[in-house]
C-alpha cells in the first residue's frame, strides 16, 4: 500500500513537471530558427515570441525592504498580436557598402501577407526585452536585439517567415513554432 | 557497550573531521573548470580604442563606394550616442564648401551650419534632428565661384526612448528667447541629458546614463562639451573621469582624476580646469568629502593644486539641512556638499559655494585666507563667531538671504569699478533657516534665481534682480538647479532642477529622491530682465521617479568640436590612474547566497577591473551595506573593496597588476546592516557573481 502510494506520488509529481514545462513553452519558445543565405548583411532570428498582450509588474524595491507595484499593460491592435523577434544583423565582409534598410525586412505569413517592423517599438525594454534594437539604418557592424511586429492573429499560427529583400536578392528566415 | 559507544563516538568524530577538513580546505567555494565554463566572462572595452575603431570601420566601408553630393554615405548616429545625430560623407570634383540645414518646425528651430573651407572630401556632422519623424536636412554646396546647388536629405529617426521624460510647455515665445538650444543635464543615471529647442521639442540626447551625473557641463573655448566621463568612484555623482567631448558622442579626450569630480567644473583663462572634488582617499581613507577644490593641468590632465576647504571653514559647523541620509557612524561627512566654484580673475580668489552651510565663500587659495562670506547671520555665532568679521551686510530692500544655493557665476562687469562684483545663483531656498524650529516648510517655499551686487571694500551685498518668488511652491526644488544670464539677450535661464513631490506636494526629503522613493520633477524658466516669462517647460517623470535635471546651459548647437576628420586621431587619455589594489578579507569556507547583483557596468580596461551598480540582500535593498568582490582561481585569490553607497549601490575600480594571469571566477562577499548605524551588526552573504575574468597580464 505504502510502496503504491509512494509510486503514485512520483507519478503525479512527474506529470506535474512535465505540465509545467508544457506551460512554459506555450507563451515563448525558443525556436530553431535557421539563418539565412549570407547578402551584404547577414541576418539570425535567435528567438521568437508571440502575445497578444505585454503586461509588466515593475517592482520599485525601497531602502527599508517594502515595495511599490505599478502595472503595465501594451496591447497590439484588435485582431492582431504582437510578434516580438530576437535578431542580430551584422554586416558580412563583402565589398558592398549597401547600408541595410528596415524597409526591406519584413514578416510574411502563410496567406502571403507582409508585416513591418513597428514604427515604435521602444516599449519593448519596458517589458523586458532588452536590448531593443535600434530601428535606425544601419551601415555596418553588428547589432543584437528585440524588435516587433503586430501581424493578424490567425496567421500567428501558420507559416512565419522573416524575409530580408535587397540587391536583387532575398534572404528568409523561417519561424518555426 | 562501552566498546560499542567508543565505535559510535569515533566514527561521528572522523565524520566531523572530515567535514571540518572539507570545509575548511576551501574546496566549497573553489571554482572548478566545469564551474568557470558555465560563467560569463567580463568583456574588455575601452571608448577611445572602440571609436577610433568605428570610424576607421566608416571609413573602409565608404571606400567601397563612390558618394556624390546626390549620392551621399549616410551614417546615423555615427559613435551610437546620440540617436539624433548623423554623418554625411561624399566627394566633390572640384573644392566646395558645404553647409548642412536641418528643418525647424519654425525659424528659431531651423540649425544652420556651415562647415569650414573648399575641399573634395566632406564630413558633414548632422545634428538637431527631431526624433520619430522623416527630418528635412538639406547641403548647400558652393564653388568657389559662389555657384551652389542644394540637396537634400531626408533622415528617418526613431522616437524617443520609453522611460524619456515628459516634457509639457507652457511658454514659448522663441522671438524672445536667446537662440540656441537648452542642455539639459541629467543628475542620477535614471534620467537622460538632452537639447530642446525654443519650441520644446528635443533635438538631441544622450543614449548612455552612465556619464555626466550632476556636474556642469560647459562648452569649451575648443568648441567641445566638458563633462563627467562614465567611471564612478562613488554614487551617484562621483566620478573618476572628465570628458571633452562633441554632441555627435566623440570623445577627444579623457582625463583620469583620482580626487573625483563632482558638481561643477570651469575652465580656467589658461585652459585649466577648476573643479570642485575630493581629497583623493574619500571615501575610506579621509573622514569628510566634497570638500576639496582642485586645479586639473590642462596639458597632462595632473592635479595640481588641491585647496581644502577644512582650511577656509570649519567643518563642524553643521546647520539644519536636508542632504543628510543620518547615517551613524559614516565613514565620511559631508558637510559641506560643495556644488560650484567660480574664479576671479582680478584677485586670482576663488569662490565656491556650499549649500549645506548656505554660504558662498571667497577666499585665497595660497594663504586659505577668507575675503568674505556671502551668507544669513544665522549660526555664525559661539565656536563660529570668529567669522563673523567675514560677513557680508546686506544693503538695500527687498533683500533675501540665499538657502542651500546652486550654480555661482560672475557676471560682466558693468558699473566699471574694481570694488564691485556681480554674483548669479540659483537659491533653492532650502528650509531657510539656520534651525529646524525656523524652518519653512516645503508648501510654503519658493526658489528663485538671483543676482548680488557685492562691494568687496565696503563689505555689502545688494540683491538687485531676482525671479523665482512669484512661482511660489509650484518651482520650489529643495536641490539641484542653476541659473545662467543669457549673452545675446540678457535672459535668465532658470533651472529649478530637484522638486521633490509626494502625491504633487513639495516635500523635502532629497534622500528619498535619490533613491528612487519620492519623486523627483524641474522647470525650466527663461526670464527677461523685466520678469517677463519668455519660456517656461515643466519636467515630471515617466516610468523612472527621476525627472530632475541637474543645470541648463544655453548652448549653440555648432561648434568646431564636429568638425575634425575621421580616423585622424584617437582621443587621448591624460592624468593619473586611481585603481584599488587587493585586500584581506576573512572569507566564509561556504557560500552564504544571499547577494543579488544588478551591474550597470562591467568590463576590464588597461589592467583595471571596472564596476557599477547595485546589490540586493535577500530580495530587498538595505540604506547601509557593503560588498567586496573576490577573484577565485582554482588555486588562489584575491580580495578587492568596492566602494559602497547607500541603498546597496557600488562602483569599483581595480588595480588587476597584482594578480597573476590566469582565468578567475569573480564572487561577491559582504554584507549589509539593518537600521542607519554604519557599525551595527553585519548580516553577512557570499556568492559567485556569475561572471569570470581573464588575467593575461604580467604583473
Known amino acids: ?177 | 557497550m562501552k566498546k560499542k559507544i567508543l565505535v559510535i563516538l569515533l566514527t561521528i568524530a572522523v565524520i566531523l573531521g572530515i567535514a571540518a577538513g572539507v570545509i575548511f580546505s576551501g574546496v566549497l567555494v573553489r571554482p572548478t573548470k566545469a564551474s568557470l565554463a558555465k560563467v560569463t566572462p567580463v568583456p574588455s572595452y575601452d571608448i577611445l580604442k572602440t571609436q577610433q575603431q568605428r570610424e576607421l570601420d566608416i571609413l573602409a566601408d565608404y571606400a567601397k563606394g563612390s558618394y556624390t553630393p546626390q549620392n551621399p554615405y549616410v551614417i546615423q548616429d555615427p559613435y551610437k550616442a546620440n540617436p539624433l545625430s548623423a554623418l554625411i560623407l561624399f566627394e566633390t570634383a572640384e573644392p566646395d564648401q558645404v553647409s548642412v540645414s536641418v528643418a525647424g518646425k519654425n525659424k528659431y528651430a531651423t540649425f544652420t551650419d556651415t562647415i569650414g573651407g573648399f575641399t573634395t572630401h566632406h564630413e558633414v556632422a548632422v545634428l538637431g534632428l527631431y526624433a520619430g519623424q522623416a527630418n528635412q536636412v538639406e547641403l548647400t554646396i558652393t564653388d568657389r565661384n559662389g555657384q551652389t546647388q542644394t540637396i537634400r536629405q531626408v533622415l528617418q529617426t526613431e522616437p524617443l526612448p520609453y522611460d524619456f521624460p515628459n516634457l509639457a510647455v507652457k511658454v514659448s515665445q522663441p522671438e524672445k528667447m536667446e537662440p540656441g538650444l537648452d542642455l539639459m543635464t541629467a543628475c542620477l543615471d535614471s534620467n537622460y541629458t538632452y537639447l530642446l529647442d525654443a519650441n520644446g521639442e528635443v533635438r538631441g540626447y544622450f543614449a548612455s546614463k552612465n556619464f555626466g551625473h550632476c556636474t556642469s557641463m560647459h562648452v569649451l573655448k575648443n568648441g567641445r562639451l566638458l563633462t563627467t566621463g562614465d567611471v564612478q568612484k562613488l554614487m551617484p555623482y562621483n566620478m573618476y573621469t572628465l570628458w571633452e567631448m562633441n554632441l555627435l558622442g566623440k570623445v577627444f579626450v579623457e582625463y583620469e582624476v583620482p580626487n573625483a569630480v563632482h558638481h561643477d567644473i570651469i575652465e580656467l583663462e589658461n585652459g585649466d580646469f577648476l573643479a570642485v572634488s575630493n581629497n583623493k582617499d574619500m571615501p575610506y581613507g579621509y573622514n569628510s568629502r566634497e570638500d576639496v577644490i582642485i586645479r586639473i593641468d590642462r596639458q597632462t590632465g595632473a592635479v595640481k593644486n588641491e585647496y581644502n576647504l577644512r582650511q577656509v571653514l570649519d567643518d563642524s559647523r553643521y546647520p539644519y539641512n536636508h542632504y543628510d541620509p543620518g547615517v551613524k557612524n559614516a565613514p565620511n561627512r559631508d558637510w559641506a556638499h560643495t556644488n560650484s566654484v567660480a574664479f576671479d580673475q582680478n584677485d586670482n580668489n576663488i569662490i565656491i559655494s556650499s549649500p549645506i552651510q548656505s554660504a558662498v565663500v571667497k577666499f585665497n587659495p595660497d594663504t586659505n585666507a577668507i575675503d568674505w562670506i556671502l551668507s544669513s547671520p544665522e549660526g555664525w555665532d559661539g565656536a563660529f563667531s570668529k567669522y563673523q568679521q567675514y560677513l557680508l551686510k546686506p544693503i538695500g530692500t527687498p533683500f533675501e538671504w540665499q538657502w542651500g544655493q546652486h550654480d555661482i557665476t560672475i557676471l560682466p562687469d558693468t558699473d566699471g569699478d574694481p570694488n564691485t562684483i556681480d554674483i548669479l545663483l540659483f537659491d533653492n531656498g532650502q528650509a531657510k533657516s539656520y534651525t529646524e524650529a525656523n524652518s519653512v516648510k516645503p508648501a510654503d517655499n519658493y526658489s528663485r534665481a538671483v543676482i548680488f551686487h557685492i562691494n568687496e571694500t565696503n563689505r555689502t551685498a545688494e540683491q538687485i534682480w531676482t525671479f523665482g518668488k512669484e512661482l511660489g511652491s509650484g518651482a520650489y526644488a529643495t536641490f539641484l538647479g542653476s541659473a545662467q544670464q543669457l549673452a545675446q539677450t540678457g535672459n535668465i535661464n532658470i533651472d529649478f532642477g530637484g522638486m521633490l513631490r509626494q502625491d504633487g506636494v513639495p516635500v523635502d526629503n532629497i534622500v528619498s529622491g535619490v533613491i528612487g522613493k519620492t519623486q523627483v520633477q524641474s522647470r525650466v524658466v527663461e526670464v527677461q530682465r523685466n520678469g517677463e516669462v519668455v519660456f517656461d517647460m515643466s519636467v515630471t517623470p515617466n516610468h523612472a521617479s527621476d525627472a530632475s535635471t541637474y543645470q541648463v546651459r544655453k548652448i549653440a548647437l555648432h561648434t568646431a568640436a564636429i568638425q575634425y576628420a575621421l580616423g585622424e586621431s584617437q582621443g587621448k587619455r591624460l592624468g593619473v590612474v586611481q585603481s584599488s589594489g587587493p585586500t584581506t578579507y576573512k572569507l566564509p569556507n561556504f557560500f552564504i547566497p544571499r547577494i543579488s547583483l544588478n551591474f550597470k557596468q562591467l568590463y576590464q580596461q588597461d589592467g583595471a577591473l571596472i564596476m557599477q551598480g547595485n546589490f540586493l540582500y535577500q530580495g530587498k535593498a538595505y540604506m547601509l551595506g557593503k560588498v567586496l568582490f573576490v577573484l577565485k582561481s582554482q588555486d588562489r585569490q584575491y580580495i578587492f573593496a568596492s566602494n559602497s553607497g547607500v541603498n546597496g549601490n557600488f562602483a569599483a575600480r581595480f588595480d588587476l597588476g597584482e594578480v597573476l594571469p590566469g582565468e578567475y571566477a569573480i564572487y561577491v562577499v559582504g554584507g549589509v546592516v539593518d537600521g542607519m548605524d554604519a557599525l551595527g551588526k553585519v548580516k553577512p552573504g557570499y556568492n559567485p557573481t556569475g561572471h569570470k575574468i581573464q588575467v593575461s597580464r604580467q604583473p
Open chain 1, 1 to 177: 500500500m505504502r510502496k503504491s502510494s509512494l509510486i503514485l506520488n512520483i507519478l503525479l509529481l512527474f506529470i506535474c513537471l512535465v505540465l509545467c514545462l508544457a506551460g512554459c513553452q506555450t507563451s515563448t519558445t525558443p525556436s530553431d530558427v535557421p539563418s539565412g543565405n549570407s547578402l551584404a548583411w547577414q541576418i539570425q532570428a535567435a528567438r521568437f515570441e508571440i502575445k497578444d498582450s505585454l503586461k509588466t509588474i515593475e517592482s520599485v524595491t525601497q531602502y527599508n525592504g517594502s515595495k511599490i507595484d505599478v502595472e503595465h499593460k501594451q496591447s497590439p491592435q484588435a485582431g492582431f498580436v504582437y510578434l516580438i523577434i530576437n535578431v542580430t544583423i551584422s554586416k558580412t565582409s563583402n565589398q558592398s557598402a549597401s547600408p541595410f534598410d528596415w524597409q526591406w525586412l519584413v514578416v510574411k505569413d502563410a496567406s502571403g501577407n507582409s508585416y513591418h517592423r513597428l514604427e515604435n517599438d521602444t516599449f519593448l525594454e519596458q517589458f523586458q526585452y532588452t536590448p531593443r534594437i535600434t530601428g535606425l539604418q544601419l551601415r555596418l557592424g553588428e547589432y543584437n536585439g528585440w524588435m516587433g511586429y503586430e501581424i493578424s492573429a490567425s496567421a500567428a499560427t501558420g507559416k512565419l517567415t522573416l524575409a530580408y529583400t535587397a540587391e536583387g536578392s532575398q534572404q528568409e528566415i523561417v519561424l518555426q513554432k
